[in-house]
């Protein structure tokens, strides 16, 4: 595997794509929506490269090395020498057909050498939870990591990139296939809770109605203060921490969307009745360390000669860290060496299992990591 990583200025993107020299099986994009020439980008890629596969999508920031950015294209050129790769893609009409579509993703890529699968989805329009569910439902032994594409702290419009296209309410799955891929993959957070434990009293899927009986929306104002006025992005900042039961691990949830009507919260994954949340808030030093400690769990996963390292991040984390962003990329490399390149987004959802023995889930507000190689 031989991996160029290179950041895209919008007024000289094409002198910078130009020092590209190695035979690219795969282009990762991770685009900034407010990239003006992207379909430029895109045109020029697909004339050039007509038989690589392109994937992408919109983000919240761009990793680039150790830099966070805007305005820019995070542009990772893959050559793959033992490994080969497929890509599937779906349409969907709403988030009832985020199961679904995860199994017929799973289905049109699974086969006896399948052995990591890559996912970049539509931030807005996707139950990630469900997603995710269906994946495993199909290929529960495969590794699966990827993350929900982001617009800014705006969630007005994401997009993916598909071959040739820029679209929306679509999920793109990139499977990897061969003995000799090595992948590391791990998803650590570092928020604290605060606060009494609340009961879910009434919720449907990643729908929250009530809480102890009490409508979601005006008591989750409640904790916020002035913070409410800015809703849904504040709740970046105060994101839940949800456990289906005593033995679970709590999952990360954080919001989308709120219904002023119903008193509802829309979240990006699922919150199940009966479950118990409490509230987070953002600790600097512990977002840091998160990052730090998801670095030690995917290079303890068997892949400390990566060539590669992804890194998908939450919005939320962004938006606390403000200018210390980069020290949380900065912690990765730290961990990881200078040997792999790195790349990545800040998104509105990450996909990925803790770690080397556990699930794969859909969380937010974490640092995930996914580490490549070929032996």
């Known amino acids: 595997m031989k991996v160029q990583q290179i950041s895209l200025e919008q007024d ?9 020299n190695i035979e690219v099986s795969i282009f990762l994009l991770f685009v900034s929506p407010d990239f003006t020439p992207k379909e430029d980008v895109l045109d020029f890629i697909n004339n050039k490269y007509p038989d690589t596969t392109i994937i992408g999508c919109s983000t919240a920031g761009e990793i680039s090395d150790i830099t966070v950015k805007d305005e820019t294209i995070s542009l990772t050129a893959i050559q793959l020498d033992k490994v080969t790769c497929k890509k599937t893609s779906i349409k969907i009409v709403d988030m009832e057909c985020s199961y679904k579509s995860g199994q017929s993703l799973a289905k049109n890529l699974f086969n006896k050498d399948l052995k990591h699968v890559l996912v970049l989805s539509d931030g807005l329009n996707v139950n990630g939870a469900d997603l995710v569910s269906g994946l495993k439902s199909v290929i529960p032994d495969v590794s699966i990591t990827g993350g929900l594409a982001a617009d800014g702290s705006n969630f007005n419009k994401t997009f993916v990139i ?23 993959c791990s998803s650590k957070g570092g928020w604290d809770s605060f606060g009494i434990e609340r009961l879910v009293t009434k919720s449907n ?25 800015n809703l849904p992005s504040s709740g970046l900042l105060f994101p839940l921490s949800m456990r289906i039961d ?67 991040s939450c919005v ?3 938006l606390v860290l403000k200018q210390m962003v980069e020290e949380e990329v900065e912690a990765v490399r730290e961990i990881i060496g200078e040997k792999p390149s790195i790349t990545g987004f800040y998104s509105y959802g990450e996909i990925a299992p803790f770690g080397e023995f556990s699930p794969c889930e859909l969380h937010n507000q974490t640092m995930t990591i996914t580490t490549l190689s070929e032996c």
């Open 12 to 20: 000289n993107w094409l002198e910078d794509i130009s020092v590209l």
């Open 246 to 312: 005593e033995d679970s691990t709590p999952i990360v949830r954080t919001i989308l969307a709120i219904n002023e009507e119903d008193q509802s919260l829309t979240f990006a994954g699922n919150i199940p009745e009966g479950s118990y949340v409490r509230l987070m808030k953002a600790n600097i030093d512990r977002l840091i360390n998160g990052a730090a400690d998801s670095a030690i769990g995917a290079k303890k996963d068997k892949n400390e000669d990566s060539e590669l390292a992804i890194l998908i």
């Open 162 to 184: 598909n071959g040739n296209a820029i679209v929306d309410k679509t999920i793109i799955a990139l499977g990897f296939y061969g003995e000799h891929l090595k992948v590391g």
């Open 205 to 229: 899927k990643n729908v929250l109605y009530e809480l102890d009986g009490m409508p979601a929306l005006k008591l989750y104002k409640s904790f916020l203060g002035k913070q409410a006025e």
């Open 316 to 318: 939320g984390r962004r």
